[in-house]
DNA sequence: TATTGTTATACTCTATAACTATA
DNA sequence: TATAGTTATAGAGTATAACAATA
């Protein structure tokens, strides 16, 4: 069989994103998390007070689509909303959602270095460089 | 605001992924195609005579989710089946698919020329060493 | 028994438009 | 006027289960 494709940048790309974010939501699955949630979790633990809007800036997601992502780490009792002015509401971890932030972590982390692992040490550095480059503007 | 995810090699490719799929989106648009729809144009050029089975094998794709996808292009016209067995149909382009072919590779080669061009040339071959490393399990 | 293609279904992700209330 | 959050909706992508026909 001939793949064309197999030799393109753009779709080793996103082959290699599948594969990788595959392997992250197997991992938050037993958090019954999924990747943006992990996230979204990650952000407001090392920002408390972070607003949905900054989350969705950060994360590039939609506002409307924030909100039901939100509304049900609110529903799990992870997270807490704290008015900052009429419209806004800045965001923080429960106790609960703290400890989730630990696994996630533990996930995450796991995740992150059996990545690292498959890729040839003298590549990594430049394989760090080319992400930033397309992701960046 | 402090980013802890912006260091994370996996995060990074996700992004990157989503902003390299976002730009071969709208390249694809006007020919009124999806990136996996473009890929299985791709392949059945590459290999004419294939069957849908031989495509999910190749692009990752359920047989359920393929049906909808090759039925698509069969009913535009770009696509012909002759029978392989009872059970299987070998697929080809039609003229007017083979048409289109053209200029998906347009498409697809510019796309892939601008993401080339923003990588750094010295992390060119690298990226690729990478991402093969990740995608090939 | 295993494979091909199909249908039905469901869940996630993403995108847009329109609404409210607040600044 | 612009921003924050919400609702509704629609389009894609992806997953499983089950079925008929064929190998």
């Known amino acids: 069989m001939i793949d064309p494709l197999k030799s393109l940048p753009g779709y080793a790309l996103r082959r290699a994103s599948a594969a990788m974010l595959g392997d992250l939501a197997t ?3 037993p958090l019954d998390l999924r990747a943006t949630e ?3 979790v ?3 633990e090392a920002n408390p007070g972070i607003t949905q809007s900054e989350l969705c800036r950060a994360l590039d997601v939609q506002r409307a689509n924030m909100t039901p992502l939100i509304a049900r ?3 799990r009792g992870l997270v807490a909303r704290t008015a900052v002015d009429g419209r806004s ?3 923080a971890l429960t106790p609960a959602g703290l400890d989730l932030h630990r696994a996630v972590r533990v996930a995450m982390d796991a995740h992150e270095t059996g990545l690292v692992d498959r890729i040839p040490a003298p590549h990594r550095a430049a394989f760090m460089a080319a992400l930033a480059a397309l992701w960046g503007d």
Chains 1, 2 share one sequence.
Request: no cysteine.
């Open 89 to 91: 509401q800045g965001l």
């Open 38 to 40: 992990a996230a979204i």
């Open 27 to 29: 991992r938050l699955a």
């Open 42 to 44: 990650v952000l407001i």
């Open 73 to 75: 780490l609110d529903h």
